[in-house]
């Protein structure tokens, strides 16, 4: 294989395993410790962010949030809308403050 500057990979989880998918994304990530430049496209949000260095999350074809890969991971608006979580109510944030 020649030397390729840029990884493009779409959807490398779909209709796999957990198995199968954690394979996967440790191989992503093994390419991108050692210096391989990845652009990944994937609906699996969690397993995506966790691997990236940056990410983007778009909805409606729009980009929406930008951020690392760990600060889009620990925002509640992507926890809300791509990772099942369910959103805050203002009592609850209150509760937990006193």
């Given at each position: 294989?020649?030397?390729?500057?840029?990884?493009l990979v779409d959807e490398p989880s779909i209709g796999l395993s957990p198995r199968a998918r954690h394979q996967v994304f440790a191989t992503l990530k093994s390419?991108?410790?050692?210096?391989?430049?990845?652009?990944l496209v994937e609906?699996?949000?969690r397993s995506g962010l966790a691997i990236s260095d940056h990410g983007a999350v778009l909805d409606g074809g729009?980009?929406?949030l930008v951020g690392t890969g760990p600060e889009l991971l620990?925002?509640?608006r992507v926890a809300e809308l791509y990772l099942g979580a369910k959103p805050r109510r203002?009592?609850?944030?209150?509760?937990?403050?006193?």
């Open positions: 294989m020649l030397e390729p500057k840029v990884l390419l991108c410790d050692s210096g391989w430049t990845i652009l609906q699996n949000a729009s980009v929406k620990s925002d509640a203002a009592t609850d944030a209150a509760a937990r403050t006193c």
